[in-house]
């Protein structure tokens, strides 16, 4: 009888470790998924912020007298490659004082003050190409920017 209680006793023993071992391998499974996403994460909201800050420098560049018109998007994929992992897009639209061109994506256009001029409202967006993490990633940023 002792030996067959000690038989019982040694596969529960095996049941328990392969259990604990399994649980450990899930949670570090897991853990580096989360880890991944995290770290995309927190690459697309400093992208976001790069690429207002890259649409600033453009509208900075451009003349919109001299050409009579404005930059209404500005879009990139990062990295600069054949395999992007982030597509981004920023959507501009402008406040004036009635002195915009035509083309210009307005939202208002009959400011009273000369300060407020050609004021942009900025909608940045970062989304995952691939999918490189577990859940897609999109960020949305929007910003009211004076150039």
């Known amino acids: 009888m002792r030996n067959g209680f000690s038989l019982i006793t040694a596969i529960l023993f095996i049941v328990l470790v392969a259990t604990l071992g399994a649980m450990a391998l899930s949670f570090s499974t897991q853990g580096t998924k989360q880890t991944a ?3 995309l994460q927190s690459q697309a909201e400093l992208l976001s912020r790069s690429a207002a800050e890259m649409a600033l420098l453009a509208i900075s560049a451009h003349d919109i007298v001299a050409e009579n018109k404005c ?3 500005v879009k990139f994929s990062y990295p600069n490659n054949a395999d992007p992992i982030f597509d981004v897009s920023v959507e501009l639209q402008y406040f004036g004082t009635n002195t915009l061109p035509a083309n210009c ?4 256009n009959d400011l ?6 050609k004021t942009v409202l ?3 967006y970062v989304k995952t190409v691939a999918n490189i993490a577990t859940e897609p990633i999109s ?3 929007r910003t009211l920017q004076k150039p």
């Open 139 to 141: 960020i949305h940023r």
């Open 71 to 73: 930059i209404n998007e």
């Open 112 to 117: 009273q003050t000369d300060a407020s001029d």
């Open 122 to 124: 900025m909608d940045v």
């Open 37 to 39: 996403d995290i770290y």
């Open 105 to 108: 994506d307005t939202i208002y």
